[in-house]
C-alpha cells in the first residue's frame, strides 16, 4: 500500500470479477507472448477458433433393424487344453450370441515336430555322441518349445552348444523322414531333406559374426584404414602399369610392390607397415607423375569429354596447393578476364588455359616467397644492429635500395617513401581496386586491377 | 566382334534403303576374330567436336497451362556436319513426368523436341558405333525456356537458346575406326605418323531414312551459336603474357633480395647491385 503511495498509482484495484470474465475470454484468444506459436501449441496452446469438424457432418449409421446388446458372457476355447471358463464381451444380436470357436483359436500353431519309435531309434538313429536319454529330452523339449533353440539350449540338463542340439535335432528328424518313406523319391523335395544342417559351417559362421560384432572402435577404424590404402594402391598400381611415361619415379615403383606384398597376408597386417611405404610415395611423386598418371588413366579410358579431362589436369596442377591458393588462382583468372571454363574447349584452349593456371600458380608462389623473404628482411633490419657502426650504415643502404628499386620497376606515379613501405608490409595478391587507374603509356589493356605492391 | 573383309558399298542417290555402312579392310594376319575392332592406332588422338543444348519457343497464343513452350534438345556437330559415322544413337532422359522420359534417337539428326512448361535437367547419353567406343558418355543439360531478361512479353519469335561445345576424344581409336574416319568432315583427325599405312576409303555415304543427317540447313540452325576458339585463344594468351611478365619481375625482385642478405661484411666492402 506504502509502495503504491509512493508511485502514485490508484489504491483501488479494478473490480475483480471483472477481470476474471474478462481474461478467460481473451486467454482463449490470444496466446501469451514471448513464445512462438508453435511453441504454444505444443503445450496444448489454444484451442481452435472453429471447430475442425462440424459434428452434423460425421457419418450417421443407417439406423439399424436389429437389436444389440453387449453381454457378459461365458466362453471357451478350443486351443486350451484344460477346461478352463473365462468371460468375455459378447455383441448379442437380437437375443442370439454368436456361435463357433473362440476367433483367436485358430492362432495357435505349433511345429510338427518327427517322434520317433524306440525301434526307430535303434535301427536308424543310434550316435556314439548322443545317449536315447539324451535325445529324448531334446525332442521332449523341442515340442514343448516349438523349436526355439535358444531356450532349448537353457534348459537341457547337460552342457551343449545350440549348434549341436541343433545338428542332432535335424539329422535325426531327416534320417526318421527317409527311413519312413516309401522311396527316397517322395521326400526329396522336403526342406529338412533338401538341405541338411551343416553344423561346422554354423559354427564358423557364428564365430565370425561376433568377432565382428565384438570388435573395438579402433579396430574398426584400423581395419577400414587398412582396405582403403590397399585401394589406393592397387588403383595407383593400375595407372602407374598402364602409363607409358619414362619419367615416373622409379621409387614409387618399389614403394608399390612393397606395400602390395604387405597388403598380401590378409588382414592380419598393421596399418603402420602399410602406410611406411605409401608415405615414401608421396613425397617422391612430384606434379610429374601426377600428371603423368592423369594422362595414363585418361588413355584408359576408350572416350572422355574434353572439358573433363581438362578437370582431371587441373586438379593434378593443383594438389599440392590448397583450398586458399586455388581459390586465389581463379580469382586471378576472373581479373584477368579468363573464363573459369573454357566456353570453346577445344585442345588448343584447354592446353593454354592448363598453361596459364600454372604459370598463375607460380606466380602466386613467388609471390608469398616474396612477402616471407620482406617479413625477414623487415625484421633484419629493425634488429639490434645498432652496436655496429657498419651494420647501421648497411640497413641504410638496405632501406634505401629497396626504396629506389620500387619505383623503377612501377611505373606509373607511386610517390617513393613511405608510402612504398607501407606497401611493402601490406603485401596482398592480385585483384584488389588499383589506387591508380591510369596504365602506363597504355600499351596493352589491363584489365587486372592490380596494386602497385604487387610487382 | 566379329571382323571379317566385307564390302563396302557406296549408293547414289537419295534412294531410302537401308543403311549400310560397312567397309572394306585388309584381313589381318592375326586368326582371332576379334582383332580387326581390337588393333588400335597408337598416339593417335581421334576427337569430334559437338555443341548440344535447347532451344525453346513461347508459344504465345497457342501456349496452354501445361504446354507453353516448343523446345529442340539435340546434339549436333560443331561444324553442322553429320554425326552420323560416329554416334549409333542418343538417349535423352526427361523428367519423368513426360510420357516414356527415355527417348531414343537412332538417326543423325540426332534431335528431340517436345511441348512443355517447366525447366529441367535432360540426361544425353551418347551411344557410339561399335568399332568406335563400347562405352557410352553421359551429358546434362539444363533446359532453360525463360530468357535471362524478364521484362516485357516473351516473344514467339526469338527463342531461349543454350548451347555447350565440347569434344569426344578417343585416345586411342581402333584401327576400323580411324580408317573410316580419316577424312569424315565431322572428325578432326591428325595427320598419320610416317610409315603408317591404313587403306584410305572413300567417305561412306549416310543413306538413313531421315535424308541428310548433318545440321547445315537444319530449321534451326539460324539460331546456333557459333563457337570459335580464337576469340579465347588469343584471351587467354594475352593473360599469360602478363603473368609472365608478373613472374618475371617477381623473379628480379626475389633475386635482389638474395643478393642483399648476405652474411655480414665489413660496409666498404658491401656492394648493393
Known amino acids: 500500500m506504502d509502495a503504491k503511495d509512493i508511485l502514485g498509482l490508484p489504491k483501488t484495484p479494478l473490480p475483480i470479477p471483472q477481470e476474471k470474465k474478462s481474461r478467460p475470454q481473451k486467454d482463449s484468444q490470444r ?23 462440424d459434428v452434423s457432418q460425421l457419418k450417421r449409421r443407417p439406423p439399424s433393424d436389429e437389436k444389440i446388446t453387449w453381454q457378459w458372457l461365458p466362453f471357451t476355447s478350443s486351443a486350451r487344453k484344460d477346461d478352463l471358463q ?28 518327427i ?7 535303434e535301427k536308424y538313429l543310434t550316435d556314439p555322441k548322443w545317449t536315447k536319454e539324451e535325445t529324448d529330452q531334446l525332442f521332449d523339449l523341442c515340442e514343448r518349445f516349438d523349436l526355439r533353440f535358444i531356450i532349448i539350449a537353457d534348459r537341457f540338463p547337460t552342457h551343449r552348444t545350440v549348434e549341436e542340439l541343433k545338428d542332432r535335432y535335424y539329422s535325426v528328424s531327416r534320417a526318421i523322414l527317409v527311413a519312413r518313406a516309401p522311396s527316397p523319391g517322395e521326400v526329396a523335395g522336403h526342406p529338412l531333406v533338401k538341405e541338411p544342417y551343416n553344423v561346422t559351417q554354423e559354427t564358423e559362421r557364428k564365430r565370425a559374426l561376433s568377432m565382428v560384432l565384438s570388435q573395438t572402435k579402433h579396430q574398426e577404424r584400423k581395419d577400414a584404414e587398412v582396405l582403403a590404402e590397399a585401394k589406393r594402391i592397387a588403383e595407383s598400381r593400375m595407372a602407374a602399369r598402364a602409363a607409358e611415361e619414362p619419367d615416373l619415379p622409379v621409387p614409387s615403383d618399389v614403394g608399390l610392390e612393397s606395400a602390395e606384398g604387405a597388403v598380401g597376408p590378409g588382414d592380419t597386417i598393421s596399418p603402420s607397415n602399410v602406410q611406411a611405404p605409401a608415405a615414401t610415395i608421396a613425397p617422391s611423386t612430384s606434379v610429374i607423375a601426377d600428371n603423368a598418371s592423369t594422362l595414363a588413366s585418361l588413355r584408359m579410358l576408350r572416350v572422355y569429354l574434353r572439358t573433363y579431362a581438362l578437370e582431371q589436369m587441373v586438379q593434378a596442377a593443383s594438389s599440392s596447393a590448397g583450398l586458399r591458393t586455388i581459390k586465389r588462382v581463379e580469382q586471378t583468372l576472373q581479373d584477368l578476364g579468363v573464363n573459369l571454363k573454357p566456353k570453346v574447349p577445344t585442345k588448343a584452349v584447354c592446353a593454354e588455359h592448363l598453361e596459364l593456371r600454372k604459370e598463375i600458380l607460380t606466380l602466386l608462389n613467388l609471390q608469398k616467397q616474396l612477402q616471407y623473404k620482406e617479413a625477414e628482411g623487415s625484421s633484419f633490419r629493425d634488429g639490434s644492429y645498432g652496436d655496429m657502426p657498419g651494420t647501421a650504415k648497411r640497413s641504410q643502404r638496405a632501406a634505401d635500395q629497396d626504396r629506389t628499386f620500387v619505383p623503377d620497376t612501377i611505373s606509373f606515379g607511386v610517390i617513393p617513401g613511405d608510402r612504398v613501405v607501407k606497401r611493402e608490409q601490406k603485401r596482398k595478391g592480385p585483384g584488389r581496386t588499383s589506387e591508380t587507374p591510369s596504365s602506363p603509356a597504355g600499351a596493352h589493356k589491363r ?3 592490380m596494386k602497385a605492391s604487387d610487382l | 566382334m566379329p571382323q571379317t573383309a566385307i564390302e563396302a558399298q557406296v549408293e547414289d542417290g537419295g534412294s531410302a534403303s537401308k543403311p549400310q555402312r560397312i567397309i572394306k579392310l585388309s584381313k589381318t594376319t592375326d586368326d582371332s576374330d576379334k582383332k580387326g575392332t581390337n588393333k588400335r592406332v597408337k598416339d593417335i588422338e581421334v576427337c569430334v567436336p559437338i555443341v548440344y543444348g535447347t532451344i525453346a519457343f513461347y508459344l504465345g497464343r497457342k501456349a496452354s497451362e501445361s504446354q507453353s513452350h516448343k523446345w529442340t534438345v539435340y546434339v549436333r556437330g560443331a561444324t553442322n556436319e553429320d554425326l552420323g559415322a560416329v554416334i549409333k544413337h542418343v538417349v535423352f532422359q526427361l523428367h519423368p513426368s513426360f510420357n516414356n522420359p527415355t527417348r531414343i534417337v537412332e538417326a543423325p539428326p540426332f534431335e528431340l523436341s517436345e511441348c512443355g512448361w517447366g525447366e529441367f535437367e535432360i540426361g544425353i547419353s551418347i551411344f557410339f558405333h561399335s568399332d568406335v567406343c563400347d562405352k557410352h558418355l553421359d551429358l546434362y543439360h539444363m533446359l532453360k525456356l525463360y530468357p535471362e531478361d524478364e521484362s516485357g512479353p516473351q516473344s514467339t519469335k526469338k527463342p531461349v537458346v543454350m548451347e555447350s561445345y565440347n569434344e569426344i576424344v578417343f585416345p586411342d581409336p581402333s584401327e576400323c575406326f580411324f580408317a573410316r574416319v580419316q577424312n569424315h568432315p565431322a572428325v578432326v583427325v591428325p595427320r598419320m605418323p610416317a610409315g603408317f599405312s591404313l587403306p584410305v576409303l572413300a567417305p561412306v555415304e549416310n543413306t538413313n531414312e531421315k535424308g541428310r543427317g548433318d545440321t547445315k540447313d537444319h530449321p534451326l540452325s539460324q539460331w546456333f551459336l557459333n563457337f570459335s576458339e580464337a576469340d579465347e585463344l588469343l584471351k587467354l594468351a594475352s593473360a599469360r603474357q602478363q603473368v609472365q611478365a608478373h613472374i618475371v619481375k617477381l623473379r628480379r625482385e626475389l633475386s635482389v633480395i638474395d643478393g642483399m642478405s648476405q652474411p655480414l661484411k665489413p660496409a666498404s666492402s658491401y656492394e648493393c647491385t
Open chain 1, 31 to 53: 496466446k501469451p507472448d514471448g513464445i512462438s506459436r508453435e511453441v504454444y501449441a505444443l503445450t496444448g496452446g489454444v484451442a481452435p477458433l472453429m471447430p475442425s469438424i
Open chain 1, 86 to 113: 473365462l468371460y468375455h464381451w459378447v455383441r448379442v444380436v437380437n437375443g442370439v450370441p454368436p456361435t463357433g470357436d473362440y476367433s483367436f483359436a485358430k492362432y495357435n500353431k505349433s511345429v510338427d515336430v
Open chain 1, 447 to 449: 584489365p587486372r586491377k
Open chain 1, 115 to 121: 517322434r520317433y519309435t524306440d525301434e526307430e531309434y
